[in-house]
């Protein structure tokens, strides 16, 4: 019978955990940020070559085919006003960086079950991008997991999506030092 109880309130407490609230109480040490806004900064918009190299390197290291049209990337991402890994991360998540999608669909993201059409890369970056800003972005859904509410059934989604921006993150401070150290002085 104690170990009939010991294995339902273990089952309770493991079933009621929640990891944003883990979050919140870890502070800065949780590496899982499921509340960052997604609007760019100022000083992103201008590290052209940093977000650039940095998006190159994931997309190089799952392969995607996508991987000649990073410039597609940073150029909607400042058109609309949106975090620069937003949209490589969904892709990385929802097709393997564009890996698997349906047969010229071109649509890496999984834009309406992954069934919408796109005429290139370029065509879809830039529909998700205008459609995440005006269909979620401008009515309120400021971060991953709001987003991730509309966006997709799975309750993991934003975590998952996260995990790839935690990556492209990592590169940057790995890109950034090369930057800082091949600057040259006039």
């Not at 998700?128 to 989604?157: H, P």
Request: aromatic residues 12%; proline residues 3%.
């Amino acid at each position: 019978m104690k170990n009939l109880l010991f294995i339902i309130v273990s089952l309770f407490f493991l079933l009621s955990y929640n990891p944003v609230l883990a979050q919140k109480n870890a502070g800065n040490s949780a590496e899982i940020n499921y509340t960052s806004t997604l609007l760019v900064k100022k000083e992103d918009k201008v590290n052209y070559s940093l977000k650039k190299k940095t998006i190159h390197d994931l997309l190089e290291k799952y392969d995607s085919p996508m991987i000649d049209h990073v410039d597609d990337f940073i150029k909607v991402c400042q058109k609309y006003d949106l975090d620069c890994y937003l949209l490589p991360a969904i892709s990385c998540l929802e097709s393997t960086c564009g890996k698997f999608v349906l047969p010229d669909s071109y649509n890496p993201f999984g834009w309406g079950g992954g069934k919408i059409i796109c005429n290139n890369w370029a065509d879809c970056v830039e529909r998700v991008a205008k459609g995440l800003r005006e269909q979620y972005i401008d009515k309120g859904a400021q971060t991953l997991e709001n987003i991730g509410r509309i966006y997709s059934e799975s309750k993991t989604w934003a975590s998952r999506v996260q995990y790839f921006v935690n990556q492209m993150q990592n590169l940057e401070e790995k890109n950034q030092l090369y930057f800082s150290n091949n600057q040259v002085e006039l």
